[in-house]
């Protein structure tokens, strides 16, 4: 683990970016939006002059999230009207590792969720619900725009518990590039218990 973070923290430093990778528990984020702008206009491909590779991502995401999307079981359960959110993820698969850069626009309201926090990442197909895998730090910020960046690295924890365990427990990020359209992203507010938006991986 700790090697996995120094390489990590080396390849954010030379993209200028000060988020750092933490513990799926307590995410928090660390990088302007200048800084996270300049991040993934990168994409993850920094190499040093040498033309080592630091870090890279083996995929990167970029999920458009709509209130249409959200549903209760297979049940349409349409979320906050003109809501949207944009969730960028960068996975890298040997260090177990996710980046995001989530912004919310029209999401209004508290968050609320029994998870550790509001904005996570299901397993679940198109059309259905499932359990959080990830819990992603809630955006902040304005209703016009709410902004959250960081790094999550496993194991990863939810704080959401089925049959005594954690369903964050034994996840890695390689499960999300084999089957990308077996997940999806949303965002949870107390208005809209079920999503405020939702957005499927393809």
Same mark, same amino acid.
């Given at each position: 683990m700790a090697s996995s973070l120094t390489l990590l923290v080396s390849?954010?430093?030379i993209t200028s970016v000060a988020a750092t990778p933490i513990t799926g528990r307590s995410p928090q984020p660390r990088a302007s939006l200048e800084e996270t702008k300049r991040y993934w206009e990168n994409k993850? $491909? %920094?190499h040093?002059?040498?033309n080592k590779k630091v870090f890279y991502f083996d995929k990167v995401f970029v999920v458009k999230a709509t209130?249409?999307?959200v549903r209760n079981g297979t049940t349409p359960a349409p979320g906050e009207p003109g809501a949207k959110g944009l969730y960028k993820l960068g996975i890298n $698969? %040997?260090?177990?590792?996710?980046?995001y850069n989530i912004v919310l626009s029209g999401v209004t309201g508290e968050y609320s969720s029994p998870a550790v926090t509001a904005?996570?990442?299901h397993e679940a197909a198109r059309g259905a619900s499932g359990p959080p895998r990830l819990a992603f730090q809630n955006p902040q910020g304005p209703d016009d725009k709410r902004v959250s960046c960081?790094?999550?690295?496993?194991?990863?924890?939810?704080?959401?518990?089925n049959n005594g365990v954690d369903t964050g427990a034994n996840f890695h990020v390689s499960q999300i590039i084999?089957?990308?359209a077996g997940f999806f992203v949303d965002t949870h507010t107390k208005k809209y218990t079920l999503g405020a938006v939702r957005g499927q991986l393809e």
């Open positions: 390849f954010l430093t993850g $491909k %920094e040093h002059d040498d209130p249409d999307q $698969k %040997e260090y177990n590792t996710v980046c904005t996570h990442l960081g790094c999550l690295t496993g194991p990863f924890t939810t704080g959401i518990v084999d089957n990308p």
